[in-house]
């Protein structure tokens, strides 16, 4: 019985270890299909100057809208950014441009769920135009195709709440802060809400913070000819947003 016992055993352990052998490579040949649908979805392509062209101003504010909601729901589009890069090299046909606060908490290409060569972006402290950024804007639409112009504020900004509470950044040495703030100042004042007019007042620095976004869509217009132009003509459309901290949500006005 003890000879007939060990020669059972040892074959019984060749059958299971063989059995586990055959179940590992059988859960391997699962996974594989798995990774390579993964590595499927990952977006490798920039945006073509076909794509760029084909596209209409309502058409591309729809992909942002779609973008941003992918933002909210924290559901990014994978990309391959290395891939992006090489391609982007052979030239940029990108759909808008932004114009957003600097506040390091607004990743805008993240906000739109957006990749290399999508928007332009162009940024300061207030969302305010200046005539850099007007000319950046005429050059993103006139020579690159870009088709939308977005102004985007966002809650809780530090450089609107500084106009609503008229900081005194000359007395800081600050002149260039000073004069920044002051191209706020009017939004602030055209303001209309009840309670106390200070950042302390969230309803009312909200209120600031959208008519600011309103009012430089409005300056940006009066300061080129050609945006107005193109607008006018149906080319472009030039809007306001605001961006709200605690959601991720981008909300637009009806400029």
């Known amino acids: 019985m003890n000879k007939l016992t060990l020669p059972l055993v040892s074959i019984f352990s060749i059958i299971t270890l063989a059995s586990c052998g055959d179940q590992k490579k059988a859960e391997t040949t699962k996974v594989e ?4 649908l993964v590595e499927e979805k990952v977006i490798k392509s920039i945006l073509t100057a076909e794509e760029q062209a084909e ?17 909210v729901n924290n559901n990014l589009t994978q990309r391959d950014h290395s891939e992006q890069r090489r391609k982007s090299m052979i030239g940029q046909y990108p759909k808008a441009i932004v114009l957003s606060c600097v506040d390091s908490r607004v990743p805008v290409e993240d906000v739109f769920d957006l990749g290399i060569g999508d928007i332009f972006v162009a940024r300061v402290a207030g969302n305010i135009e200046n005539p850099d950024i007007v000319g950046s804007m005429e050059f993103a639409t006139a020579v690159a195709g870009s088709k939308v112009v977005i102004v985007m504020g966002h809650t809780a900004c530090g450089a609107v709440k500084s106009a609503i509470d008229q900081v005194d950044a000359k007395a800081l040495n600050m002149e260039s802060l000073a004069d920044l703030l002051d191209e ?18 969230l309803d009312f620095t909200n209120s600031v913070i959208n008519n600011n976004a309103v009012r430089t869509v409005k300056n940006i217009r009066e300061a080129s000819p050609t945006l107005a132009k193109m607008e006018d003509e149906g080319n472009i459309m030039i809007v306001s947003a605001v961006y709200d901290m605690e959601s991720g949500r981008v909300n637009f006005n009806k400029d």
């Open 55 to 71: 596209m209409t101003p309502q058409e591309i504010i729809g992909r942002l809208k779609k973008g941003n909601e992918n933002f």
């Open 33 to 36: 299909p798995q990774k390579e």
């Open 184 to 201: 706020i100042e009017p939004a602030v004042n055209e303001t209309e809400l009840e309670g106390e007019r200070s950042s302390k007042n």
